[in-house]
């Protein structure tokens, strides 16, 4: 069963591979506008980023500005985003295969 979740996992993220990188790229390159209205460093802003957008937000970056606060708003968008689709395609890939071995049986 998991090499099959597995196959329909890749399968699945082969598809939204396009709107998934697209995403990625989103979220690094707000972290990095960010990072340069803050003065942060190129890791700092996107490590900024992906804290942000996978929700986890340990504070220890902070924006200041009104403009950087908005984009950490689009970020943290962004991530829930990725977050969906992931989870749906493994929801996906799960029922697939659960599918599949219903029938067998």
Do not use: C, N
Request: no cysteine; charged share 15%; net charge neutral.
């Amino acid at each position: 069963m998991r090499h099959a979740f597995v196959r329909g996992l890749l399968a699945g993220l082969r598809v939204v591979w396009p709107v998934l990188s697209g995403l990625l790229v989103a979220i690094v390159a707000l972290g990095v506008v960010v990072g340069l209205i803050e003065g942060w460093s190129l890791q700092e802003s996107i490590y900024f980023a992906f804290v942000s957008g996978l929700t986890i937000g340990y504070g220890d970056l902070a924006p200041k500005t009104l403009l950087s606060r908005a984009l950490a708003i689009v970020i943290g968008f962004s991530g829930v985003l990725v977050t969906a689709l992931v989870a749906a395609v493994a929801v996906k890939a799960l029922g697939t295969e659960s599918g599949a071995e219903d029938e067998r049986e």
